[in-house]
DNA sequence: GCAAAAGTGTTTCAGATACACCCATGC
DNA sequence: GCATGGGTGTATCTGAAACACTTTTGC
């Protein structure tokens, strides 16, 4: 039901953009809790060399803003997000912000596992993930893309305490070190494995353990329970980590 | 530095609104902790009766998206809200949430003390303070803006336990169970007055005790200690509360 | 004196950490 | 056997809740 607006001309100086952070934890073994987040970032045809952005886009006439982004995401970057995993960060709309137009961007933060290779279909020469850590440190992103990222790490955050995001990262059939590896990775620590087995399943229907199903893989040691994930939406208790205590 | 842009006619289909959430906690004494928020809401002239609106209206060119949310609440409903205490809460943008036209609207709250009494300048024909909770359970806004008010009664608790916002709703100068009734007013319930005292004064300049300044009101009981406001921009440690135990 | 709120002191408890110790596998 | 990670049991710590008790006012 769109009735003609006499106001219309009076908005139109400025463009609506949804930018989208895609985050992934890293399975390198040998990685510290830091050096884990990785970050989806792409280059633009027009954009010096060595500096990044986040894939971001205009908003279509009529369409939904994660169906923006996950459109304009795999554009981009060719990657593929699933919808229902988006969730807002926060919407960025200083007048000068971007240098080129007045550009007011809507940003969201997805978390994916095993990600394909990154390969731009359009509007991109260039896509890769890159360490969130570099990117947070050095000057390697357009805009304020740096403070976006930030914000997306700590909104994923809260929301690995009290939703069961973290399983976003994890194959189908994990293992509890498999997901403490991604709690790892946002908590910038290592946390106790014995503590973090009975946090978790507290949880109600966070996690299911397998019916007696045991990995044999190639790593040394005792082979772990495999679980899957519960169908609860909201961790109950959350699950929280509090600062170290002293050794004692 | 704004260019000529090909791909201007793209976009224009819709509206960017901001909307605002004017939250401030009642001093009748009578009241429970569950009823004392209250929600700044005006009627369009369009409206049906008994039906509210938030304040909201279009962002203006070049106008940073705080400016818009306080020149528009003032406009409809007379009152001034200090721009530094905005804070975001989210951004709406489904596709039918506005039946007229396609509205995205990016949704800010603010925390005032004492209001001055609404009147409307232009767009609406009403405004006033409501209770939080009769809007929240009965079907009197329009829009989605019953969910926008779920969502910023949310963000703002979680401001109250991290940032000294709390404060916005006191005085310049108060006392510690003035601080502690605004927090009962988000936690919903009654707070130990000499627990809530611990926890507030071991928060790092949070609040300063005046020197032995001591109110002499027309309550009964001992008179109480005035306090003022910290510099402290983030409460540390936070404050916060957990769920009751079983009297013992 | 009595009621009521301000403010202090103390016990108790829930939840989390730290860590010792046993288990099951690869080499 | 031995190294290594999986998994269990448990002492200890900490922050917070509960609540008894003292102080200071109005009437």
């Known amino acids: 039901m769109v009735m003609a607006n006499p106001k219309r001309t009076k908005q139109g100086n400025f463009y609506l953009y949804v930018d989208t952070v895609v985050l992934t934890v890293s399975r390198e073994k040998s990685l510290e809790p ?18 990044w952005a986040l894939p971001g886009g205009l908003v279509a006439d009529s369409e939904d803003l994660p169906d923006t982004a996950l459109r304009i995401v795999k554009r981009e970057t ?103 590896w991604v709690y790892e990775a946002f908590v910038l620590d290592r946390v106790d494995p014995a503590n973090f087995r009975r946090k978790v399943e507290q949880v109600k229907d966070f996690v299911r353990p397998l019916d007696s199903l045991i990995t044999f893989g190639s790593e040394p040691g005792r082979p772990a329970r495999l679980y899957t994930a519960g169908k609860t939406s909201e961790l109950n208790p959350p699950v929280r980590f509090r600062r170290k205590l002293r050794p004692r």
Chains 1, 2 share one sequence.
Request: aromatic letters at 8%.
């Open 78 to 180: 060719g990657i593929t997000v699933p919808k229902a995993d988006l969730f807002q960060v926060g919407t960025y709309g200083k007048p000068n912000r971007d240098s080129r137009w007045r550009a007011i961007s809507v940003a969201y933060v997805v978390l994916i596992s095993e990600p394909e290779t990154p390969a731009p279909i359009s509007n991109s020469d260039d896509a890769r993930f890159m360490s969130y850590r570099r990117l947070r440190d050095e000057s390697l992103l357009e805009f304020d893309h740096r403070t976006i990222i930030r914000d997306a790490r700590r909104a994923a955050r809260r929301q690995l305490e009290d939703t069961p995001i973290a399983l976003k990262f994890c194959d189908s059939e994990f293992t509890l070190t498999d997901l403490r």
């Open 34 to 51: 830091k050096a884990r987040l990785q970050v989806l970032v792409m280059h633009r045809p027009t954009a010096p060399k060595g500096k």
